[in-house]
């Protein structure tokens, strides 16, 4: 028995390299922007997807794909109070043939910020007062003044 095979040859598509990126804690990285193309397939009906290799820091659900056509956009919202390196990939399909583009997201201490002080009222002469501060993602404690005047 002969068996005849016949291949139909669908171009994959292309997706172009999207660069390491960092972002601090929590902060959304801003929309990242790449390009596909394909030769046979409608750009619209490539579809993509994204895997996370640490989803407690990059949970999937927090890779948004944006734009139509050939410009498309990424946008990625790292996970609260964590810090880390985590390898992102895309995968863009037509339907039978994908490719893929890993980078790597590195996710750093959040930016100093101004403390937030705490409402006057809450203070009480003697007490202590507790201070938020963004930099440190931690609570610190301040003596309250007692310095008030005679
Ligand atoms: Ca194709």
Redesign the pocket.
Known sequence: MVYFGYRIL????NISDIPDLETPSGTPVRPVSFTVA????PLLNLSFSASSADPLLIPVQNIVFGGSGAHRTLSIIPTQGRVGTAKITVTVS?G??SSKDSFLLTVGLAPPSAATAPRQSAIVEGDYATLTLGAAQRLQELYASTQFPT
């Open positions: 669908v171009p994959e598509p394909d030769t046979d397939t037509d039978v043939f």
